[in-house]
C-alpha cells in the first residue's frame, strides 16, 4: 500500500506507536484521526514526499507538530537519501521532545529547532512545507523567510485552497500546481515556485 522497503515500514512503525503513546498526553493530532492515522497522516505525508522530483540539500518542515510531514521525510531520507538533510522547527517544547524521541528510536538523522518560524535564523532550505499551520498568505510569509533562492514549498490544503490562493495573490507572485489529494477528496497539495513579493 505504502511503495517503501521493509525498514523504512518498520521505522513508520515505530513512529506510529510512539505517537499514539504520546497522543494521551500531549495533543499532536486529533484523537478522532488516530484510528485512520496510517491514512490521514503516514500516507498523506508520503505523497507530498514524493512531490520532490529533484536532489534537494535540505527540507525544512515549519511547524512541525506531531511530524507530518517532517518526520515522515527525514524517515523516507534515511533510506533515499533525498532531501541530504531535514529540518522540524517546532516552537512547543513538548512537541520538540517527541520529535527527537522519534529520530532517536528510529535511528533517524534530523535537526529539530525548538523556536517560533519568524524567529529562526534563515533555512535556506531547497523545499519548505507546512502541514495545518497557517491560511497560504501567512504560510508563504515564512517561506519567504526560509526558502533558498528557486526553492520549492509544498502546502498540503483542504477544501478552502482556492480562495487562500485568490487572497496569497495579493501579497505574493509565485507560480503554482495543485495536486489533488490521494488521501482526501476536495484537498490539493500545493506545489509553488517562484516565490517573491508583490
Known sequence: MLGVSRETFERLETYAALL???NRRINLVARSTLADL???????SLQVFRLLDHPARRWADLGSGGGFPGLV???LAAETGNPAGTVLVESDQRKATFLRT???ETGVSAQVIAERIEETSPLSADVVSARALADLATLLGFAGRHLSPGGLCLFPKGRNWKSELQLAREAWHFSYEAIPSQTES???VLKIEGLSRV
Open 20 to 22: 499514539e503513546k504520546w
Open 186 to 188: 476536495q484537498a490539493v
Open 102 to 104: 522519534v529520530l532517536r
Open 73 to 75: 521525510v527525514a524517515i
Open 38 to 44: 496510517w491514512e490521514r497522516h503516514i500516507r498523506d
